[in-house]
Structure formats: structure tokens, C-alpha cells
């Protein structure tokens, strides 16, 4: 059996935060065409570069059978109409599955199949469990205005492809109408 730093693991539900596991931060910069709004974009980079999400993964073994985990916070806030958002990927290896589980706050997911002629909205926050098939582009939003926790399974092959979102990006787009979150096809207003 795993030692038990590798089978248990103790985070805060509130900040994302967890003992022990590497943390990747996203920035503002970070996220680069990736909201629809370019000029609102480039406003916001002007005036600063304020921590959009972070990720706290744990990655306990490699083999076959093995998951790895990560607790994602996102931070609240929209760039011109747009929510807070991961960068979003496809896993490398198509097949793979992901179960995300809300911790807390508010938020929605994006799916995508992978040739962009289906897109979904979501939500996700406390008491909600979303099953990403494979061959999906996933992506999350903070819709509310706490920071949206969520913890995401995986399995431990599934590799993460972002060229892919970097090049094509998503069809659809999720923005606040009339004070709630919207999907939208992208290039066309609602
Ligand atoms: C990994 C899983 C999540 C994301 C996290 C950040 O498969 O889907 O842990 O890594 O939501 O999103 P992204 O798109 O920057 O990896
Ligand atoms: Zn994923």
C-alpha cells in the first residue's frame, strides 16, 4: 500500500489551497486571447496583473490504473463581460474522463466536443458533479462572487493538450446577461 502522505490529503474548501502539493498560479497575462473582449483585454493588462486561478495537484502514481487529482480556485471577476476562466484543454489522451466536484462558490463549466459543433453550459459549485466524457474541452468560470472552488479526477494518463484551445480556442463563450451567466456563440452578440 501507498505511503499515506500518497492517500491523504487535507485542503481548504474556501481558498483551494492544499498541504503539501504544488500550486500553479494563472495570471492575467497567462490567459492571452483567451476572452472574446481584446480591447477590454488589453485594459486590464495594462493595469495590472492580478491572479485569475490557481491549481493544487496531486499526482500519486503514473501506472495504468492510477488518477491524479487537482483542487482548482478561481477567482471572481469578469474581463468586460466575461467570467474569470481557466485556460481550458482536451486531454492529450482523447479517451480520458474527468469528474469534477464543486466545493464552493459559483460557476459554470464549458464542454465542447472536439470538433466544436457541440457546446454546453454546465454549472458547477457546491453540491454539483459534472462528468467530462472524453475527446471534451473543458473550461471553468467563476460566475459568483466568492472564489469557486472544485476538485478535479483524472486519470493519471490523460495529459493535458492546451496547443489545441490555443490555437482554435472555444466556439462558444460564457458572459454576464442581465446579471447571469450566458453561453454564446463567439463572434456574435447576444
Ligand atoms: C485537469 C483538470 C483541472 C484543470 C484546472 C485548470 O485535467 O481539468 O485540474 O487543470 O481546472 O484548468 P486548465 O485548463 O488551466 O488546466
Ligand atoms: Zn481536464
Not at 495570471?27 to 486571447?33: A, E, G, Q
Not at 496531486?58 to 469578469?78: N, Q, T, W
Not at 463581460?81 to 469528474?99: C, F, I, N, P, Q
Request: charged share 20%.
Amino acid at each position: 500500500m501507498k505511503d499515506i502522505e500518497k492517500i491523504l490529503a487535507t485542503f481548504d474548501p474556501a481558498t483551494g489551497r492544499m498541504d503539501g502539493a504544488p500550486l500553479t498560479q494563472r495570471f492575467l497575462h497567462d490567459l492571452r486571447r483567451c476572452f472574446h473582449d481584446a480591447a477590454a483585454f488589453e485594459q486590464a493588462a495594462a493595469a495590472g496583473n492580478p491572479l485569475i486561478y490557481t491549481v493544487a495537484g496531486v499526482e500519486p502514481g503514473a501506472g495504468d490504473g492510477d488518477l491524479h487529482y487537482g483542487v482548482g480556485m478561481i477567482m471572481p471577476g469578469r474581463i468586460g463581460d466575461e467570467y474569470y476562466m481557466t485556460k481550458g484543454h482536451l486531454h492529450s489522451w482523447r479517451e480520458a474522463a474527468e469528474v469534477y466536484c464543486g466545493l464552493a462558490g459559483e460557476g459554470v463549466m464549458l464542454l465542447e466536443d472536439e470538433d466544436g459543433g457541440n457546446s454546453r453550459m454546465v454549472p458547477l459549485g457546491a453540491g454539483k458533479v459534472v462528468y467530462v466524457p472524453g475527446r471534451t474541452a473543458h473550461r471553468t468560470m467563476n460566475t459568483g462572487t466568492v472564489p469557486l472552488t472544485y476538485i478535479g479526477i483524472y486519470p493519471a494518463k490523460a495529459g493535458h493538450d492546451y496547443s489545441t484551445i490555443a490555437r482554435k480556442n472555444f466556439t462558444s463563450i460564457v458572459v454576464e446577461r442581465n446579471g447571469a451567466p450566458a453561453m454564446v456563440r463567439r463572434g456574435t452578440k447576444a
